[in-house]
Each structure stands twice: as structure tokens, then as C-alpha cells.
């Protein structure tokens, strides 16, 4: 399973750093982040499983917020190509607001959920040894791979100029908008109080580990 989570984890980034359309982008880096909870199975130790129901969780977290962030992008735009979302954040700031914590989390930035998931991996590796090492450095090339590809969806929607022509976009619904903001704010919230997830995760990867000879 190593393998197989190591080019899930590669590829599903980098394919993702190429892609225009904002759902497929995401899409391929779900991928990857299947890949990190592949990982820690495959590490096959209560360290292990233990960092990937919590990725589980947390990857639920961020990228959920990522969604329903896309959701309020397509109320306004058809097409969700990058291009087509320049200048995004001046008309839907609120939308745009949630969507920043929820590509910080996908990065792994301290105080965020994301950053408890890649915590967790990366010192079940650690205890593997020489490949443990190899490993986190895959984690931190798929993490700078995260980083531009939600990078360039920032960019594009905050300091993007808006096609010509094109009808100035409104904010996303509220009841979406209250939605959407529950989802992001979870994010920090888990990233700081992690005690919950954290025991939840645990004590599953200790019942399921307990049978295996």
C-alpha cells in the first residue's frame, strides 16, 4: 500500500498544480489526500492508523469547506475555470474569506486542522526509520505543492482583474454563507482544541490493531 499512497499523494498534487477548472483541481487533490490516509495504514502501527482517522476528519473538514466555497462560486459563474473567477474576493469576500482558512488547513499551517493530520503523519514516519525520512520528505513536497495550487486560486480571485464585460458577481446566499463559515471555523477550532478527534482516532486505531498478531 506505501507505494501505491507515495504516487497517489505525488501525482494527485501535481496534476492538481496544472488544472484550471476549480472542481477537477480539487478533485485531483483529494486524491492526494486519500493518499496521506493511505500512507499511515500502510505504516501498520496505532501511530500509524491513528494519523489517518484523524486526516480522515480533518481532510472531511477542509475540504468540505472547499466545496461549499466552489458552490458559492458557481451561484454566480457557469464556468468555473480559473480565469473566469478574477476579482472574485472584491464582490464575495465572505465566500472568498472561508475559502482562504480552508486552503491554509489543505497546506498544513499551524492552528489549522490540516496541520494536525501532517503533525501526526509525519511522526508515525519518523518512527520507520530511514524510510520514515523518505516519506516526510514526500509529505513536505506534496504540502509546497498544496501551497501553489491554492495559492494560484487566491491570486487569481483576489488580485485578478475581472473579464471584460462580465456581470460584477454578488455574495453567495446566506443560509449557504452560515454553512460554509461552520465548516471553516471547525477547521481552526479542531486545529486548536484536538483533544476529541485525537482520543477518537486513538482508541479505533488500538481496537483495530489489537487483532493483528
Not at 54 to 60: G, P, R
Not at 61 to 71: D, E, M, P, Q, W
Not at 85 to 93: L, Q, R, S, T, V
Amino acid at each position: 500500500m506505501m507505494p501505491l499512497a507515495v504516487i497517489a499523494i505525488l501525482v494527485g498534487s501535481g496534476v492538481a498544480l496544472y488544472e484550471n477548472n476549480l472542481k477537477r483541481l480539487f478533485a485531483y487533490s483529494s486524491v492526494a489526500q486519500i493518499g496521506y490516509i493511505l500512507l499511515g495504514a500502510s505504516l501498520v502501527s496505532v501511530a500509524g492508523l491513528t494519523a489517518s482517522v484523524i486526516h480522515m476528519f480533518n481532510h472531511a473538514l477542509a475540504k468540505g469547506t472547499v466545496f461549499l466555497v466552489i458552490v458559492g462560486l458557481a451561484t454566480n459563474y457557469s464556468n468555473l475555470r480559473l480565469e473566469n473567477i478574477a476579482g472574485a474576493a472584491k464582490h464575495m469576500p465572505w465566500t472568498m474569506g472561508a475559502f482562504v482558512i480552508a486552503g491554509l488547513s489543505l497546506v498544513g499551517v499551524p492552528g489549522t486542522v490540516g496541520f494536525i493530520s501532517k503533525w501526526y503523519l509525519i511522526s508515525a514516519a519518523l518512527s520507520q526509520g530511514t524510510i520514515g525520512i523518505m516519506l516526510v520528505v514526500v509529505i513536505l513536497i506534496s504540502s509546497m505543492m498544496a501551497m501553489a495550487y491554492v495559492w494560484k486560486v487566491i491570486e487569481m480571485a483576489y488580485f485578478g482583474e475581472s473579464l471584460a464585460n462580465a456581470t460584477p458577481p454578488h455574495e453567495a446566499p446566506n443560509a449557504l454563507l452560515i454553512v460554509t463559515w461552520v465548516a471553516a471555523l471547525s477547521n481552526i477550532y479542531y486545529g486548536i482544541s484536538t483533544s476529541l478527534p485525537v482520543t477518537l482516532a486513538s482508541t479505533a486505531a488500538e481496537s483495530l490493531l489489537r487483532h493483528i498478531p
